[in-house]
């Protein structure tokens, strides 16, 4: 978004007001009076009092007053009363005093002042106008009114010739449906159109807040384009160093270094753009996207090509989903997955469509995987439909176990025990007592297992229901005997913290010729949405199979 420099607009104005006021030629006032006209000297000065009803001329403008005073030498007058300049057939201004230099066509009026232009009115004590230029500037406070809007300030200029106005100081921007506070800000009265540089805050009527550094606001359309804006959601602050609100479509967007914060501040998901659909309650975040989960001991990070945000009046709707290519890191934990879904006031993570998981030497991977935190810390991980575990030992083999489902409990940020449900099998190597050596391996079948852990390595395996197993020896292992079926090592595609992180320290920056992105459709973000899988239907249905 280009930025307009407002000051230096300002000192180009005043330059060619200038330029205007010494070219133009000075013409005598002329004056007429109902009433009375003294002529005099006051203080060595040849003056002329006129009294009741007084008029003055000079070009196309004219001035009535109650009382006057005109200085013939110096082309000047004093007005009193009832004041009113006509300049034109477009401005109109009244006030109660009134010093006019006829030779600089300067007016300065004084005191309940009304600047009236066509359907604008400009409220103010104090009041400068130069009649050739168009320029009117007020310096202790004024009020501009027009069709749509409100602007207060303590200083400000009206430019009438170019419909342009720029305001210093405690500026107040009152629209039908928000409150703008600024320090600069210049507005343009026909096209509605106002521009702010510094820190700007926007109050809408809906009990939104948007904060910025600046930028273009488009009041009719309640529209605005800001600089480091900040625009408040039910359950978000959505930042970026470029920030467009669009108030009537029901949509932000925001462009590069974009920050999507919780309210409860334990979440914040960055990226390089961005939009919210108010409408639909949902705020998308794609270009190298990440989240992070603030927790006790650690930080949970989160990484895919787009992150979703969605909103609801229910607390156990609202949730973030995660897709495609899926990563998770936290000291504890790592993981990969097409999808995701975190359901933040339960606290719940569901990972879909195949997804692999890592803690310490374990791999665990099923076709879907819900995480449970609890105090802040991973408690319980749930395994549904073709559940496989693969334990590294210390000889670096494989122990293996597979099953329906599995549910996975921990204690003290390190996996506790694993209960496999339905359709157990295990792969056991059996080593000697100072674990240097490898005796046999053991292969059960058995419908429910128990597995328990030490530390980060599989300790030992509990059979329940009729388990059926062999052992086999050294000698008589063939490679077959040494992996179950499904069974995949994939250690080297473990996550780290600098693969989430690292395309984040050199973003792509977009050539600014280049064409904008089409944001997309809100309509379809809900129907990816809507096809992820129920966690709610998924846990019965896996509850009917253990049955």
């Not at 809408?204 to 480091?228: A, F, P």
Request: overall charge negative.
């Amino acid at each position: 978004m280009r930025k307009t420099k407002i000051g230096k607009i300002l000192i180009i104005f005043l330059f060619v007001a200038s330029c205007f006021s010494q070219a133009s030629h000075a013409q005598k006032i002329r004056y007429t009076a109902e009433g009375k006209m003294i002529t005099g000297k006051e203080n060595g000065k040849k003056i002329t009092k006129l009294i009741d009803r007084v008029t003055f001329t000079q070009k196309n403008t004219t001035v009535y007053c109650d009382s006057a005073i005109f200085y013939k030498k110096e082309n000047l007058m004093e007005a009193f009363g009832h004041v009113r300049i006509e300049d034109g057939d477009s401005v109109t201004i009244t006030g109660e005093t009134l010093t006019y230099d006829g030779n600089a066509r300067q007016a300065k009026l004084r005191d309940n002042v009304i600047y009236t232009s066509g359907p604008r009115r400009l409220f103010t004590d104090i009041l400068d106008y130069n009649l050739d230029t168009k320029i009117a500037a007020f310096f202790d406070g004024g009020k501009l009114l027009d069709e749509n809007n409100t602007l207060t300030s303590e200083t400000g200029f009206y430019y009438d010739l170019i419909d342009q106005a720029i305001f210093y100081t405690n500026v107040d921007l009152k629209a039908k449906t928000f409150d703008l506070d600024s320090d600069t800000l210049k507005y343009n009265t026909s096209t509605k159109i106002a521009v702010t540089e510094g820190y700007t805050v926007i109050n809408t009527d809906k009990g939104e807040e948007i904060i910025s550094t600046g930028g273009e606001y488009r009041t009719v359309y309640d529209q605005v384009d800001l600089v480091d804006g900040k625009v408040e959601t039910i359950d978000y602050f959505l930042e970026g160093e470029e920030l467009y609100y669009d108030d009537f479509r029901k949509y932000n967007r925001a462009i590069d270094d974009v920050k999507l914060i919780a309210k409860d501040k334990d979440v914040v998901i960055t990226g390089e753009e961005g939009y919210y659909d108010k409408a639909n309650g949902l705020s998308k975040i794609f270009g190298n996207p990440v989240m992070r989960k603030i927790m006790s001991v650690d930080t949970f990070y989160l990484s895919a090509d787009t992150l979703v945000a969605i909103e609801s009046e229910y607390d156990s709707a609202k949730r973030i989903l995660a897709y495609p290519n899926v990563k998770i890191f936290k000291s504890n934990l790592q993981g990969l997955t097409d999808s995701l879904a975190y359901f933040q006031s339960d606290s719940l993570i569901f990972l879909y469509d195949n997804p692999l998981l890592w803690t310490g030497g374990n791999q665990i991977e099923a076709d879907t995987i819900s995480l449970e935190i609890k105090g802040q810390e991973l408690d319980k991980m749930n395994l549904y439909k073709n559940s496989f575990l693969v334990s590294q030992d210390t000889l670096l083999q494989f122990n293996q176990v597979k099953g329906r489902n599995m549910i996975a409990s921990f204690w003290e940020r390190n996996i506790k025990n694993i209960e496999v449900i339905g359709n157990g099998e295990s792969l056991y190597y059996a080593l000697t007592p100072d674990k240097s050596a490898m005796l046999a391996i053991n292969r059960v079948l058995c419908s429910n297992m128990m597995i328990r852990f030490k530390g980060k390595t599989l300790a030992s395996i509990s059979f329940y229901k009729q388990p059926e197993g062999k052992t086999i020896p050294p000698h008589e292992m063939t490679e077959a005997d040494k992996q179950l079926e499904g069974f995949s090592w994939q250690g080297e595609n473990r996550p780290t913290l600098v693969e989430i992180l690292g395309e984040m320290e050199e973003p792509v920056i977009e050539e600014e010729n280049e064409e904008p992105k089409v944001i997309p459709n809100a309509e379809i973000d809900r129907e990816v949405i809507q096809k992820k899988l129920n966690p709610q239907k998924l846990i019965q249905s896996t509850e009917e199979e253990n049955n």
